[in-house]
């Protein structure tokens, strides 16, 4: 089989994928590819418990992509290097996710099949990438997606896991503790037929953020199928603080901007409706010095997530949802200003 390469034909010419052909996958037809910045804390649990499960992934590719930290973790792959002869470090000198996995495709791609993403901050259950590569051989579709299950440990990322998978948090994702299996539009990136990974022309390397959807975006223009498999699981671990909360949705809402106008799109109902509660909260608050019933519209939005906040404490016995409001606004607010903002700079920003 010849080694795979990124096509650079332009993205507008009609295209068609293939998909893993339906039968018996081996650990063989496997590459698992993680992409990592300074994830020393957590690289060496990722790795291990990808490693265990399933005899089959002595014989799989693990590749690290590492874009180039200055923590311990390419010293750790290095000596797991030794326990593991089928895992591999690889320099990612762009940095980006998006960059790592083409990367990695292309020189590790040779005589594989399937191609399995992970990322450092997921738990991964026992068995979890033969799982993502049978569901797709079984399938005969182009990418098998997961529903993640978000789980916090301090006071903070329990509210925002217990919140985020619930349609006030995520708008009601499929792939956010989804329970059904079915085909989507988009969903947590795990397994792809290799082959059409590659002529779909790989992640765009120019996104940071949403790299996911767009790629899926021009997956289905060409023909191939997304199946969210509801049977697989991982466990996510949702951001900690504020700040890191309202970073991460500041650039998923631009990222999703440049999607949308990237294929010329229109967004979504539930994309619609946290950059619309923004301006009808910001309307409200400078309508009130001259007319009172402005604060119809912020004060009703904050009575629903101090009602949510208060039905998260109450479902779950903690105190700590009462912080489920504050990370759900986080999220809402955040998200849109990273909309507009890249909404009024253009595609390209």
Known sequence: ?????????PLNQPRTVNAVQAGAVSGADVLVVIPVLNEALHIEACIRSLMTGDPRLAEACFVVADGGSTDRTREIVTALGAEFPNLRLLANPKKLQSAAVNLAAR????????????DAHAIYPAGYVMMVAGSLGSRGVASVVVPMDAMGKTCFQKANAWIVDT??????????GGRRSMFVEHGHHAGFDLKSFLQADGYDETFSHNEDAEFDTRLRKAGGQIFLDADIRLVYLPRATMGSLARQYFNYGKGR???LMKHGEHPKLRQLIPPATLVACITGLLIAPFNPLGLILPGGYLAALALASLAVAVKHKSACGLLAGAASATMHMS??????RQMLKGQRG
């Open 1 to 9: 089989m010849d080694t795979p390469t990124l096509s650079h034909a």
């Open 107 to 118: 020189e590790a791609g040779q005589g594989r099949r399937i191609l399995v993403r992970c």
């Open 167 to 176: 349609p006030l948090g995520s708008g009601g994702s499929a792939h956010r």
């Open 257 to 259: 901007a440049r999607t």
């Open 335 to 340: 998200w849109s200003a990273g909309f507009f």
